[in-house]
């Protein structure tokens, strides 16, 4: 009994925190941390962390990781928040052990040598990262706590990037090549992604409607979007050039409009297709489950039905409807990057740019805010979701 | 005032309502009783337009019903259904507000309705209203359903079945709330039940229904005493009429008044006037008394009753 009234917030007792810090370091023992690189091509040396760090850093991450085991030893509410703090700062400072590295190992006459980033730092990233996971969870903490820990650690990185000791990373040599494009591959990549979720969001509610309203249209309209879903994306890519390279030689002006068989139009278009299936079937199966009983009494109080479907219907049905939104912007965002294959830009570009240069920085380049993206926006319309239940 | 007039329902080729003639008068609960599929809540349904009517004529206070918009008739009648039926996403306060709200009243009046409501149902304005839906037991939130129904201040109240989910004691308490409320507000009710005892509890006159058709149209008494039919009999059970018929006259309406009320003695077993005379025998049955005092509300002794009166005159 004492033991529990001295742990006003009892926090389970489990052994995640200490696997999960076991692994870290069989990671940073095994792995390297870092590649020196001569030039982009060529694959270049692997560094370990005390080769690459020497006893400073590899004193550094084998005490932090430790100390968050010992302390993860006995559950208790202050522990884990100090374990909290520990790991957030020890993810927001991480790139400073490439800095090392680069200041230690790298050649200092070669303009082209560069750092490239090996599996051992983004084990012990992602490792980290579940154990900060972890423990916010096992603290409860709320929505929000979780989403400014998330913003200091991406603030953290962005400071670090920009320091003048990791301008030879190899992304960052790739990224600054190209900072322009890449803004632009940017805009591209945001406009035609949530451009072809908010048409296809507005094309599937009136789809849906028109089931909710029609049983008979229930079949086929679904038997037709769950069909276009099941063409491959890059068939479907490469389906679209005909017919839209027909239509812009019958009419020239949708050349003027950009539109032609490869860019953005086929993109967009097939974007749009492959966004139809999850919304129509989220927006429709969210409006038939709302229960026949609420519907029926507020008929019974008078509503029309204009009102029963604002009032009622609606506000009912839009978790599922910001559910299907969720997946679908998902989607669209990794889809699009396959939509460079067919002129349409955005980060694709750099990946199939780097593939066919056996480039893999430049790969990541496009890969990682792809993947980036997609997580904000879950983050974002997960807490918009969350809200919408919650109510 | 409500009438049917030879008002039948098909769905398909199935007969749900068979040219049944009803009139409910002003102020009157009329309840409608019979097992599951006989046509009641159909021919609740068809009385607020939810349901259209195959052929006949329904009249509110002299009007067709079909003659008026169905969501202004449907204003005016307040609606109560078994699985209440409130809208999850709003507060107890904006779902009992939904009709003020569609009458368009002012905020101030309709806030003003809703405490008022709160209060007659027995629930606490400041705790309770701002609670959501599934934060609400069974019992509290039939309560809202009914106090929702009340909101506009409608003439009429139809109630289906809308103390059917509810346990023993919470349908007990809820039923008693209902006889209150009635009593202070006097609205024309037609309320669908299966349960009889519920029905001759609640009704001024019950409607016992069959296969669509009406069979029997008349006071809780006189069904008691004079079933139309080997249906009607079934259904208020022969073995405990006897018992059901002291359970609808009070110890007041039997006892010997005194002249003058009398000061009650300390810790004295009594009556109050208001219990049924069911109540009384089965008080005396216990307590092996043939005689008891009865009680008024003000706690005064106001005469006694003896367990032969019960015997000879209550039924």
């Known amino acids: 009994m004492p033991l529990i009234t001295t742990l006003p917030n009892p926090v389970k007792s489990n052994r995640v925190v200490q696997a999960l810090a076991l692994a870290a370091l069989g990671c940073v023992w095994l792995l390297d941390l870092g590649v020196v690189q001569p030039n982009r091509i060529v694959s270049g040396t692997g560094y370990g962390l005390y080769a690459s760090t020497g006893w400073l850093g590899t004193g550094a991450v084998i005490s932090l990781l430790v100390v968050v085991f010992v302390l993860a030893t006995r559950p208790a509410q202050k522990r884990f928040q100090v374990v909290a703090v520990v790991l957030t700062v020890a993810l927001m400072t991480l790139p400073l052990l490439l800095e090392v590295l680069a200041r230690r190992q790298l050649p200092e006459d070669s303009g082209y040598a560069r750092i490239g980033v090996g599996a051992g730092f983004w084990s012990l990233a992602f490792l980290l990262a579940l154990m900060l996971l972890e423990t916010l969870g096992q603290l409860k903490a709320s929505r929000r706590f979780q989403l400014s820990t998330v913003l200091l650690i991406v603030a953290g990185w962005w400071l670090c ?22 803004f632009q591959a940017l805009t591209v990549h945001l406009s035609l992604s949530l451009g072809a979720v908010a048409i296809s969001a507005m094309l599937a509610f009136a789809l849906a409607v028109a089931m909710v309203k029609r049983e008979r249209m229930r079949r086929p309209l679904l038997g037709l979007v769950s069909f276009m879903q099941t063409i491959p994306s890059l068939a479907l890519f490469g389906l679209l050039i005909a017919p839209l390279g027909a239509l812009s030689d019958a009419f020239p002006f949708l050349q003027t409009l950009g539109i032609r068989g490869i860019g953005w139009a086929p993109a967009l278009l097939a974007l749009i297709a492959y966004s139809l299936l999850p919304m129509v079937r989220n927006t429709y199966v969210a409006l038939m489950e709302v229960p026949e009983s609420v519907v029926d009494a507020g008929r019974g109080m008078g509503m029309n039905e204009r009102q029963i479907f604002r009032q009622v219907k609606l506000p009912l049905a839009l978790p599922v409807i910001i559910e299907g939104v969720r997946i679908t912007t998902i989607q669209a965002i990794g889809l699009t990057a396959v939509a460079a294959l067919i002129g349409a830009g955005g980060f694709g570009t750099f990946i199939f740019q780097g593939l066919g240069q056996a480039a893999m920085d430049l790969v990541l380049l496009g890969a990682l805010p792809t993947v980036f993206l997609a997580l904000a926006a879950d983050a974002i319309l997960s807490a918009l979701k969350f809200q919408e239940t919650s109510k | 005032m409500i009438e049917l007039k030879s008002v039948t329902r098909r769905f398909g080729d199935a007969v749900a309502v068979d040219d049944i003639d009803l009139t409910v008068e002003t102020g009157e609960v009329c309840v409608l009783v019979g097992s599951s599929g006989c046509g009641k809540s159909t021919t609740l349904r068809m009385i607020n337009r939810l349901l259209p009517r195959t052929s006949g004529e329904i009249l509110v206070d002299g009007e067709d019903i079909n003659k008026a918009d169905p969501e202004a008739l449907r204003l005016n009648m307040g609606y109560a259904i078994q699985s209440t039926g409130l809208f999850p996403h709003w507060t107890v306060a904006r779902n009992i507000g939904v009709v003020p709200d569609l009458l368009k009243w002012p905020a101030g009046k309709r806030d003003e309705r809703v405490d008022e409501l709160l209060i007659l149902l027995g629930l606490d304005p400041e705790t309770d209203a701002i609670k959501y839906p599934h934060q609400l037991s069974g019992g509290q939130a039939q309560r809202v359903g009914v106090a929702r129904a009340l909101a506009g201040d409608p003439n009429i109240l139809l109630m289906d079945e809308p103390f059917g989910a509810l346990d023993a004691i919470t349908r ?3 039923q008693q709330e209902m006889l209150r409320i009635q009593r202070q507000l006097n ?5 669908v039940t299966h349960d009889i005892d519920e029905a001759l509890k609640l009704a001024t006159r019950i409607a016992v229904m069959d296969k669509g058709k009406i069979i029997q149209h008349d006071t809780p ?5 004079r079933p139309a039919s080997a249906f009607v009999e079934n259904l208020i059970g022969k073995g405990d009429r006897g018992l059901k018929l002291l359970a609808l006259r009070s110890v007041g309406e039997l006892m010997e008044r005194y002249p003058q009320p009398r000061k009650r003695e300390p810790n004295a077993d009594g009556l109050k006037e208001a219990d049924s005379l ?3 025998l089965s008080v005396m049955v216990w307590k092996n008394a043939s005689r008891l005092p009865v009680n008024s509300e003000a706690g005064e002794e106001v005469g006694t009753v003896t367990r032969e009166q019960l015997l000879q005159g209550g039924a």
């Open chain 1, 161 to 182: 990037a920009s320091r003048e000791g990791l301008s030879s990373l190899a992304l960052i040599r790739e990224y600054s090549n190209r900072s322009d494009q890449f």
């Open chain 2, 172 to 174: 007990e308490n809820l």
């Open chain 2, 187 to 191: 609205k024309t009710t037609v309320f």
């Open chain 2, 221 to 225: 008494e006189e069904i008691l005493r």
């Open chain 2, 278 to 280: 069911r109540f009384a």
